[in-house]
């Protein structure tokens, strides 16, 4: 089969479309022809060696894998030939603590597709059968591989790490991340009212579009405030954000008395300086999140075939164009997700 991969890391790494061997199946895992999967921050992450753990190579990306099952081992039970599912990335055992509580995403012994394991970005794919869920017959292979990874994050984010509540305000920062285009749609669904923040006009336009009701020019230094002044002086409940750094600091000053920021990443930075004064005057919380729980994907799939959640595609690549993908994402030119389409 053909997988585009890694050789080398950098900024940009060195990648390949290589034919390999097919991957086999052990007695617990599927075989998925990959029919669609989409490009994150952790696959540039995973190109230029910026995780905090080692990462063998040749090595294919691609966590947010859709496709169909063509086969499997022989204690997997439940699944057939043909089946449409989307993979979750974040691999979880099924026998932890965690895991035996619903709570995979706090896996003690995860595995992240396209990270620790070959992922999407080839033909065909192996993960446990545990770690596939049904995709809905109206929820094509494109609009999964735009939705599974960064809508049940945002999913995950606003509804199990902290709950948007009817009539909340929510600060989403970065309209036009994968991210952040879902927790628009996710936190206006639940009745929340939306401030997001975008580097351009064309993602102000998506951001409205996507059902924001106040959008800030992230370029404009005062957009915290601005915040504040649409709130009526009291500021945010809700934070849903991913950039980490500076960019955290500011998010404080726009969130409400008793208010919660929630965390999912730190491209912006991973180090802040945080003043611990009116965190704790303010009885404010800080919230991790990462990755999904099982129950964060079935939610996202839902709304997927509701139509409550619409992916934003800005562009689909062919496999062997996946670099082109890489360099647009690298590049911040991306408008929500670009997608690679294996066949
Ligand atoms: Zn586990």
């Given at each position: 089969m053909k997988a585009f991969q890694l050789v080398a890391q950098g900024k940009p790494g060195k990648f390949e479309l290589?034919?390999?061997?097919?991957?086999?199946?052990?007695?617990?895992?599927?075989?998925?022809?990959?029919?669609?999967?989409?490009?994150?921050?952790?696959?540039?992450?995973?190109?230029?060696?910026?995780?905090?753990?080692?990462?063998?190579?040749?090595?294919?990306?691609?966590?947010?894998?859709?496709?169909?099952?063509?086969?499997?081992?022989?204690?997997?039970?439940?699944?057939?030939?043909?089946?449409r599912v989307a993979v979750q990335s974040n691999l979880f055992c099924g026998k932890c603590e965690f895991c035996q509580r619903g709570e995979e995403s706090m896996c003690l012994f995860g595995q992240l597709l396209g990270v620790q394991v070959d992922g999407g970005f080839a033909e065909k794919v192996v993960v446990p059968a545990r770690n596939v869920a049904r995709l809905p017959e109206t929820v094509a292979f494109e609009t999964s591989a735009a939705l599974t990874l960064a809508g049940s994050t945002a999913m995950h984010m606003l509804t199990n790490r902290a709950q948007v509540k009817k009539g909340d305000w929510v600060l989403v920062?970065?309209?036009?991340?994968?991210?952040?285009?879902?927790?628009?749609?996710?936190?206006?669904?639940?009745?929340?009212?939306?401030?997001?923040?975008?580097?351009?006009?064309?993602?102000?336009?998506?951001?409205?579009?996507?059902?924001?009701?106040?959008?800030?020019?992230?370029?404009?230094?005062?957009w915290p405030a601005e915040a504040r002044k649409i709130t009526g002086r009291r500021g945010v409940e809700l934070v849903i954000e991913h950039a980490g750094g500076e960019l955290l600091l500011k998010c404080f000053e726009c969130l409400a008395r008793g208010g919660t920021i929630v965390t999912c990443g730190?491209?912006?930075?991973?180090?802040?300086?945080?003043?611990?004064?009116?965190?704790?005057?303010?009885?404010?919380r800080l919230v991790g999140s990462y990755g999904r729980n099982r129950a964060d994907l079935e939610k996202t799939l839902e709304w997927a075939a509701a139509g409550k959640l619409k992916p934003v595609i800005d562009k689909i690549f062919p496999l062997?164009?996946?670099?082109?993908?890489?360099?647009?994402?690298?590049?911040?030119?991306?408008m929500g997700k670009v997608v690679v389409k294996s066949g």
């Amino acid at each position: 089969m053909k997988a585009f991969q890694l050789v080398a890391q950098g900024k940009p790494g060195k990648f390949e479309l290589r034919e390999i061997s097919d991957p086999a199946p052990d007695a617990d895992e599927v075989l998925v022809r990959v029919r669609a999967c989409g490009l994150n921050h952790l696959d540039l992450w995973v190109e230029e060696a910026g995780l905090p753990m080692p990462i063998q190579l040749p090595r294919t990306p691609g966590g947010e894998a859709a496709g169909e099952i063509i086969g499997m081992g022989k204690e997997v039970q439940g699944w057939k030939i043909g089946d449409r599912v989307a993979v979750q990335s974040n691999l979880f055992c099924g026998k932890c603590e965690f895991c035996q509580r619903g709570e995979e995403s706090m896996c003690l012994f995860g595995q992240l597709l396209g990270v620790q394991v070959d992922g999407g970005f080839a033909e065909k794919v192996v993960v446990p059968a545990r770690n596939v869920a049904r995709l809905p017959e109206t929820v094509a292979f494109e609009t999964s591989a735009a939705l599974t990874l960064a809508g049940s994050t945002a999913m995950h984010m606003l509804t199990n790490r902290a709950q948007v509540k009817k009539g909340d305000w929510v600060l989403v920062i970065g309209a036009a991340s994968g991210v952040g285009s879902a927790a628009i749609q996710i936190a206006k669904e639940s009745g929340g009212r939306v401030i997001t923040t975008a580097s351009s006009e064309a993602k102000r336009e998506l951001a409205k579009k996507l059902g924001a009701d106040s959008v800030l020019d992230s370029g404009d230094a005062g957009w915290p405030a601005e915040a504040r002044k649409i709130t009526g002086r009291r500021g945010v409940e809700l934070v849903i954000e991913h950039a980490g750094g500076e960019l955290l600091l500011k998010c404080f000053e726009c969130l409400a008395r008793g208010g919660t920021i929630v965390t999912c990443g730190a491209t912006a930075g991973r180090e802040v300086n945080l003043n611990l004064w009116p965190l704790f005057v303010k009885q404010q919380r800080l919230v991790g999140s990462y990755g999904r729980n099982r129950a964060d994907l079935e939610k996202t799939l839902e709304w997927a075939a509701a139509g409550k959640l619409k992916p934003v595609i800005d562009k689909i690549f062919p496999l062997a164009e996946a670099g082109k993908a890489f360099a647009k994402l690298r590049a911040r030119q991306v408008m929500g997700k670009v997608v690679v389409k294996s066949g």
